[in-house]
């Protein structure tokens, strides 16, 4: 059954890395037992083809049928990143994701924005290609993306079109930015939108406390992300940064620039849901010394968390 993404969105959508075998071929089989493993892990989404899902890697016809996979498996929302050069493709895609069953797409800033007008004007352009009845996700990323969206912008955009109904928010440092927007809310000038924070989980500890609604993010132990996110929605501070604080290490090993993705496709291969550690070239290889590393932070964490000892 269709589910629609809402303003109401909360707990854990996690990046869904796209698998390959190692001639490059997409592997449908390790996406089958990643979908599982999501589901069994208490996901409350799942979003695919996005930064960390190599979809710039993918051909159209490659995209659309991860998406549907995907759609099919998951009862429960699941987001795609439709991102693109121009908005004829940006819309094709949608258009045949959310007559699949998606729940909602996501939008990325191209980098060539530059100021507010821009920045506006662009998602005023996306939203009539896409059609304003398709709910969107709003990516903010400036680390990657090399746009700088004030609380300001990012509150223009939302009122602007009802059709924005979540905020990936991946600023950094960006607690500050929660905070604003939802004094934005309290203050009656911005309507409520789920917020989910990325940046690997990095700062998840506080973003909750902020004000955030869950993740969406990539980490080899989304089930970790999970807990987190449920242990701050009932209050019991200590135990989300205790869990936190244990595999801190490890997510940022897994947050470098250039090989982060391989350490997390390392890291579902040992855990037995990808087949293979494969990416797309051009692509980043773990070296020796890299793999040791990652299994000397897993044999740590093991030590406090029993998920690890794989």
């Avoid at 979809?55 to 429960?76: N, T, Y």
């Avoid at 920045?119 to 304003?132: D, E, F, S």
Wanted: charged content about 20%.
């Amino acid at each position: 059954m269709m589910q629609t993404l809402t303003a109401q969105a909360s707990g854990v959508f996690p990046i869904a890395p796209t698998a390959f075998h190692a001639d490059g071929g997409v592997d449908l089989e390790s996406l089958d037992r990643m979908a599982d493993f999501y589901l069994a892990c208490g996901v409350s989404g799942i979003t695919v083809l996005g930064q960390m899902g190599e979809a710039p890697k993918l051909d159209a016809g490659e995209s659309l049928a991860i998406a549907r996979r995907w759609i099919a498996r998951m009862p429960v929302p699941v987001v795609v990143g439709v991102t693109a050069p121009g908005f004829a493709a940006m819309r094709a895609l949608t258009l045949e994701v959310m007559a699949a069953g998606a729940a909602g797409v996501m939008i990325a800033p191209p980098n060539s924005l530059r100021t507010d007008e821009q920045i506006t004007g662009y998602y005023a352009q996306a939203v009539q290609a896409i059609g304003a009845d398709v709910p969107f996700v709003l990516q903010d990323y400036p680390l990657t993306f090399s746009v700088q969206m004030t609380p300001g912008v990012i509150r223009s955009i939302v009122q602007a079109h009802a059709s924005c109904v979540m905020l990936k928010h991946e600023d950094w440092p960006g607690l500050e930015k929660i905070s604003a927007l939802r004094r934005f809310e309290a203050e009656g000038t911005m309507r409520h939108i789920s917020i989910l924070c990325g940046n690997g989980g990095l700062f998840l500890d506080f973003e909750g406390e902020r004000g955030a609604d869950g993740a969406m993010t990539g980490y080899a132990f989304p089930d970790m992300l999970v807990d987190v996110v449920r242990h701050n929605a009932a209050g019991a501070r200590d135990a989300a940064h205790d869990l936190f604080d244990a595999h801190l290490p490890l997510l940022r090993y897994e947050q470098q620039p250039g090989i982060g993705l391989a350490v997390r496709k390392y890291l579902l291969m040992r855990r037995g849901i990808l087949s293979s550690e494969a990416q797309r070239k051009p692509a980043a290889a773990l070296s020796s010394t890299a793999r040791a590393e990652v299994d000397y932070l897993l044999s740590r964490l093991a030590r406090r968390d029993a998920r690890a000892a794989l």
